[in-house]
T-cell receptor, first 114, second 113 residues
């Protein structure tokens, strides 16, 4: 079945530096790739997503890139701030052909040191 | 809008007991999902629903049951609780068949001893 691998499992950066989290997926039919941020004791919150007809998407300090040929996608956070500290999850889905069922990566704990 | 709400927030069950985790959303979303999150792991789909009266299995359905009698509510039933069901359970909803922009509830932390 579909598998999503996420790396690294932990990431520590200095405030102001950039952070990059990478995910690879196995199902070539996947066409929707969201990223979620989970703060301690809370549910995941969607921060950005990308669909397979797009190679890159930006939203202020956050960007996601997608390489469908290599079956990997990445989250880029620039000018990191302490409030960016959280667990980040990537996910992949076949979209409407699979009723939106998401397959999640294992998560990356990001620590931004002030 | 309250979004997606879940009750209870915490629960301890003894092995063999049963319980129902409640989930409700006020966004009129047709699509609803139940996930479990084990320590240090990503979320795994238990069951999902595409509308009132329609449910289907996800990746890890064994030991669980669901029902969907209204658009708003999607309860998850645990029968004969086992230690392997110790986890954090999240409910989510989406307006889109493709599952775009799933909104998650705050979760229920369940311990089975």
């Amino acid at each position: 079945g579909e598998n999503v691998e996420q790396h690294p499992s932990t990431l520590s950066v200095q405030e102001g530096d950039s952070a990059v989290i990478k995910c690879t997926y196995s199902d070539s039919a996947s066409n929707y790739f969201p990223w979620y941020k989970q703060e301690l004791g809370k549910g995941p919150q969607l921060i950005i997503d990308i669909r397979s007809n797009v190679g890159e998407k930006k939203d202020q300090r956050i960007a996601v890139t997608l390489n469908k040929t290599a079956k990997h996608f990445s989250l880029h956070i620039t000018e990191t701030q302490p409030e960016d500290s959280a667990v980040y999850f990537c996910a992949a889905s076949r979209g409407s052909s699979n009723t939106g069922k998401l397959i999640f990566g294992q998560g990356t704990t990001l620590q931004v040191k002030p | 809008n309250a979004g997606v709400t879940q009750t209870p927030k915490f629960r301890i069950l003894k092995i063999g007991q049963s319980m129902t985790l409640q989930c409700a959303q006020d966004m009129n979303h047709n699509y609803m999902y139940w996930y479990r999150q084990d320590p240090g792991m990503g979320l795994k789909l238990i069951y999902y629903s595409v509308g009132a009266g329609i449910t289907d299995k996800g990746e890890v359905p064994n030991g669980y049951n669901v029902s969907r009698s209204t658009t708003e509510d999607f309860p998850l039933r645990l029968e004969l609780a086992a230690p392997s069901q110790t986890s954090v359970y999240f409910c989510a909803s989406s307006a889109d068949r493709a599952g775009y922009e799933q909104y998650f509830g705050p979760g229920t932390r369940l311990t089975v001893t």
